[in-house]
């Protein structure tokens, strides 16, 4: 074999990591992503060489604009990592900007009623199964799978739900019966916050509130997903079901290497923040 057969081979090894990620799931396995928080094209290629299964785009609480992600899928293109957006409201035309982008998967947050279920459902699926446009001449561009862009976007792009609301919580069942639904992840934080526990975790009313959620999501077999910062929370979540996970941001890998490096030496950090995944 030649160096050009050679790297080929290589290049078409690293896109069928891609083209796994649902098959991981089907197969009971998990994934993990890194919350990409900034526009920075070498950490989101970094993050994507470094064993994550996806990068988790924010788009809802970051200043990551559309321009900037379609860079991340350019830079990206060919690198083991899919590239997911959450978009900052559950919309159509949300939706189909970040798919034109060529992205994997849309994260839609706070899917509190089944009407919202179904629009995230039906954004990500071309007619006639759902009401996404045919403008996808970028996102073709940079698609794994060579040939029909249409049928293999319909076939492998994870729709995710994000319930996150107390709202929510009398209308889970429906959301999970929807139809197109791939995940449904649940916002730990929001969910507190929603609940009045101001973004305590590990309390009665917020684990009889993800108890009730799993259960539909079992009910209706949807994949479920959970916020995870640490492999112990992986393997804790994993017990109970849980598949797709939103990992640390790239901030945040900063702050735990630098932890790692620094802590033998004595050197504490100025301040040490609160948050859980940056």
Known sequence: MGPMENEKQKVEGRDQNKNSLRARLDAGEFIVGLTI???????????????????????EHSPVSLEALR????ATRGLPASVFARVPVAALWTAKRVLDQGVSGVIFPFV?????ARTAALSCRYPPA???GSGAGLAASTWFE??????SADAHILTICVIEEERALANVDAIAATPGIDVIFIGTSDLSFSLGLRGRQNEPKLNQAIDAIVAAARRHHKFLGRPACS??????????GFQVFQSVTELGLIRLGAKELLQ???IEPSSTGESMLY
Not at 37 to 57: D, I, R
Not at 112 to 116: A, F
Not at 146 to 151: K, Q, R, S, T
Not at 231 to 240: P, S
């Open 37 to 59: 928080t900034s526009s920075n094209l070498e950490a989101a290629v970094l993050g994507a060489k470094l064993g994550f299964h996806f990068l988790w785009v924010e788009m």
């Open 264 to 266: 033998p030496l004595g």
């Open 130 to 132: 759902g009401l996404r």
């Open 231 to 240: 492999a112990e929370e992986v393997l804790r979540y994993r017990e109970q």
């Open 146 to 151: 060579a040939g029909n862009y249409y049928d």
């Open 112 to 116: 509190s009623d089944p009407e919202l």
């Open 71 to 74: 860079g991340i899928v350019l």
